[in-house]
């Protein structure tokens, strides 16, 4: 019996339990009295439209579902930021999937709904994927316009959006379910087509209370904008349902008659399972994230058959670069290695940290990628570049910017997956979502940081005591420790994957088995959007 195994597995599974509890009560949204409400109108919920609609036993892949978790407490919060976005497949074709939860203030726009709407559209964008947004919604939460209606990536730039798609020939299909009120209204009118769902559908720029007090006209929602005024009178909408069903059923026949996408050629052969269990991720992650482990048992219990074609294997050893399978598609790893290696010169070198000949070769490695047109998956476990003399002699920032303008310039799809720590500029090298991953995703042993917690809370320390003894404060030992305490506290807790997460710096947090499906189902998506950039990585220092 392996007991440091046994107990890395049991905090590991502790972790995931919670991951399961919180997504089981975002799912919820709004809570069982608010769905009461919407099912009394004859409506289905927003996981319920979903389900329904993508193809029976296909795999669904949420997009966001921490967003805006822990925020707005003081407007009672909003789970899953009101909206459930995800890739699904549809009379067998892969679209991004966009539902307003109505159970969320009347499915009512906050700053994160906007933001997690326009992370779907971007990924839709990327990958060429057809767009079906379920729209039920009040609009714009008015206690907090000023922080979502005006600035270039608020509200508005979804309708920009919506123009840019149709132009480059990205479906859109929309179907009015609920309320689609004022500016909202443009939404599914900016589709490529529009249905409305009769009696619960409704869509106008001004509502009747509206129009009442502008105007002076009485007249009622269904009247001034339901389905029988826009499909019979205005023509504002394409396609007129008597409930739910019928309409998600429409939209199905619609994708049906979808002509094939052009493919980007992407390498892909049968899929074969890891040699190596991949249970056993659980085991071989440390409980105590500053523990050493080989990264190699990591990828092996990832990759078709356990088998990686290593890269350099004797060189730059702190970074693992190989091609494999994942799922079937050839892929290019990059990966953060976590035990102490050795190199050829003798020099001991840390597990997570970039070195130069690290930075050198995975820059290499990335520029073969890109010329052989392999799709890129970065596993981050990374605490950043290394420092002192020795590494600025030895022309660290040259090679850390090589590395890093690799990345940027990569034409190749880049999909990350943040398995440990994840600071500072080591998780921009390491492809971080300022890097334009197609889908960045975090394992609930994920810490995401400018710097280490104990390294950050000594230094916040430091600030804030000098700041109290200027002012002619007395800092006491037991003062000083209590400082530290609620620092740290409060560092650790935005370093989690789930204040991440609630912030779209990360797509989600996905139990370790989950990976495979993750990277599998993105390659697919960016199969579909074909590489028509050159690959240019312009002045590089050597």
């Known amino acids: 019996m392996d007991i440091e195994f046994n107990t890395n597995e049991d905090k590991n599974k502790q972790l995931l339990t919670l991951l399961n509890a919180r997504l089981q009560k975002i799912a919820e949204g709004g809570g069982a009295k608010n769905a009461a409400k919407q099912k009394e109108k004859g409506k289905m919920l927003a996981r319920e439209r979903v389900s329904y609609l993508i193809d029976k036993d296909s795999e669904f892949l949420e997009i966001g579902a921490f967003a805006a978790d822990g925020m707005y407490k003081e407007q009672g919060g909003c789970p899953a930021a009101g909206v459930v976005c995800g890739i699904g497949y549809v009379s067998g074709r892969q679209c991004m999937i966009i539902a307003n939860d109505a159970t969320v203030k009347a499915g009512a726009w ?40 005006p600035d270039k990536e608020h509200f508005g730039r979804m309708f920009r959006n919506n123009a840019l798609m149709s132009a480059d020939g990205i479906v859109q299909i929309s179907a009015i379910m609920g309320s689609c009120v004022a500016g909202g209204a443009y939404l599914p009118i900016m589709s490529d087509e529009a249905m409305i769902v009769d009696k619960t559908g409704s869509v106008f720029l001004a509502g009747s209370y509206l129009v009442k007090s502008a105007i002076g006209e009485d007249i009622d929602n269904e009247t001034l904008g339901g389905a029988t005024t826009h499909c019979e009178i205005s023509g504002v909408t394409d396609y007129k349902h008597p409930d739910d069903q019928h309409c998600l059923d429409s939209i199905r026949q619609l994708m ?14 049968a899929s074969v399972e890891p040699k190596a269990d991949p249970k056993e991720i659980y085991g071989i992650l440390p409980e105590n994230r500053e523990k050493q482990y080989d990264m190699h048992e990591v990828i092996y219990r990832l990759v078709d058959d356990s088998a990686l074609e290593e890269y350099k294997k004797d060189y730059g050893k702190s970074i693992i670069c190989g091609l494999a399978r994942i799922d079937g598609w050839a892929v290019g790893i990059v990966a ?42 970065f596993l ?157 990585v312009g002045i590089i220092q050597t």
């Not at 049906?256 to 052969?269: D, K």
């Not at 976590?338 to 970039?354: A, D, L, N, P, Y």
């Open 336 to 377: 953060n290695q976590r035990k102490v290696v050795k190199s050829k010169k003798g020099e001991m070198q840390f597990g997570g940290v970039i070195y130069s000949d690290s930075a050198d070769k995975a820059a290499r490695f990335i520029m073969n990628c890109n010329q052989k047109k392999i799709p890129l998956v």
């Open 380 to 536: 981050q476990d990374v605490t950043g570049f290394m420092v002192g003399s020795r590494s600025e002699q030895g022309g660290i920032i040259k090679d850390g910017a090589k590395m890093v303008n690799a990345v940027a310039n990569s034409v190749v799809p880049k999909f990350t997956i943040i398995i440990g720590n994840s600071y500072g500029a080591g998780n921009y090298a390491m492809c971080g979502k300022a890097y334009d991953p197609r889908l960045i995703y975090a394992w609930p042993t994920a810490k995401i940081a400018v710097m280490g917690g104990s390294q950050a809370a000594k230094t916040l320390l430091q600030i804030q005591a000098a700041s109290l003894k200027a002012r002619g404060e007395t800092i006491t030992p037991e003062k000083e420790a209590e400082m530290l305490k609620e620092i740290s506290d409060r560092y650790d807790n935005q370093t989690t994957p789930e204040y991440a997460a609630a912030r779209l710096w990360v797509d989600g947090i996905i139990d370790p088995l989950e990976t495979r499906k993750v990277i599998s189902m993105g390659i697919e998506a960016a199969n579909q959007a074909p590489v028509k950039r050159a690959f240019n």
């Open 256 to 269: 049906s008659m979808l002509g094939a996408p052009e493919q980007a050629g992407f390498s892909r052969i």
């Open 110 to 149: 906050f700053p994160m709904t906007a933001k997690k709407n326009l992370r779907a559209q971007e990924i839709a964008m990327e990958n060429r994927l057809p767009v079906i947004y379920l729209v039920d919604s009040a609009g714009v939460y008015l206690p907090m316009q000023d922080e979502i209606f």
